[in-house]
């Protein structure tokens, strides 16, 4: 009986020394609504993005905001990559990847980095339309991946 008291002790001893070594702290969220970002795009960047972007960053484009709060989004970059194996003629799968650069200024804090989303699928299609339309599909797919990505990289610089 002691034996069970003396293990369930040390247990717990283990587990408080483990959670308040953790160094826990309350979670902060990040509100994007409270912000107001200046946008700025390169001449290459396709409207769906333009929008996207605007749609998340720029809400509330009255507010008369004394922070310098800059995002440029330039360089969008698209490609294509057929890859063709055994026999057939066609590409059996088409890799399509998409690049930004961007920059995000906020306050003091300053980063400079480049975005790449990249995916693959099938393109072993007998309907020459439907491998078009899963090409346009995969890129809007990709621009808000793009978009999520550039969030997340605007809320690592809130922290």
């Not at 306050?107 to 439907?130: G, H, Q, W, Y």
């Amino acid at each position: 009986m002691i034996v069970i008291k003396i293990k369930y002790f040390l247990v717990l001893l283990a587990l408080v020394l483990v959670v308040s070594s953790c160094n826990t702290s309350q979670f902060q969220k990040l509100d994007l609504n409270n912000s107001y970002y200046q946008l700025t795009f390169g001449k290459n960047v396709p409207l769906k993005l333009k929008q996207q972007a605007k749609s998340v960053f720029a809400k509330n484009q009255q507010s008369t905001s004394i922070q310098n709060n800059n995002i440029e989004i330039n360089n969008y970059l698209f490609k294509k990559y057929d890859v063709y194996a055994g026999n057939a003629l066609r590409a059996l799968e088409t890799e399509i990847s998409i690049s930004i650069d961007i920059k995000v200024k906020k306050n003091d804090k300053f980063i400079s980095k480049t975005i790449v989303s990249t995916k693959r699928f099938n393109s072993i299609e007998l309907n020459p339309l439907a491998e078009k339309e899963m090409l346009k599909f995969v890129k809007e797919q990709l621009i808000n991946d793009l978009i999520d990505k550039l969030i997340i990289e605007v809320k690592l610089i809130d922290l």
